[in-house]
């Protein structure tokens, strides 16, 4: 490679440009074909072996034919991973309201796990 050419060095960045950029669309494609359910496996298969044979052209026809598909796939992929993180994150906070606090703590009084002391403790904690 000249360095010494700036066409040269402009040249050669499209091309890394075009490479990467073809990458993360072959990335997109694998991925999008792995989480499709409906589709069967035989289609699978043929796909990612035009992909290897012909990977432009299948590509294009790809995104072409089944980039609807892509895009709601991937929406509902996020609210489904939204929805798990939202889910996880309000159980480990523990967002239980003072009420289900001193209904549990008196369950725990009730089967005596605890003793009144411990009882009226959470409870005043819980309406603090």
């Known amino acids: 490679m000249d360095w010494s050419n700036f066409w040269n ?38 796909w990612i072996i035009f992909l290897i044979i012909f990977p432009y052209l299948t590509a294009f ?13 991937s929406a509902a992929a996020q609210v489904a991973a939204n929805a798990q993180a939202r889910e996880y994150i309000r159980q480990a906070a523990g967002t239980a309201t003072p009420a289900d606090q001193i209904a549990t703590a008196k369950a725990l009084l009730d089967a005596g796990t605890i003793d009144q002391g411990e009882f009226e403790a959470i409870k005043a904690k819980a309406l603090a």
Do not use: N, Q, S
């Open 61 to 73: 026809v790809y995104v072409i034919a089944r980039g609807p598909g892509m895009a709601e796939r």
């Open 9 to 46: 060095v402009l040249w050669y960045t499209v091309v890394i440009f075009a490479f990467i950029a073809y990458l993360i669309v072959l990335y997109m494609i694998l991925v999008d074909l792995f989480r499709d359910h409906k589709l069967a496996a035989g289609w699978k298969v043929l």
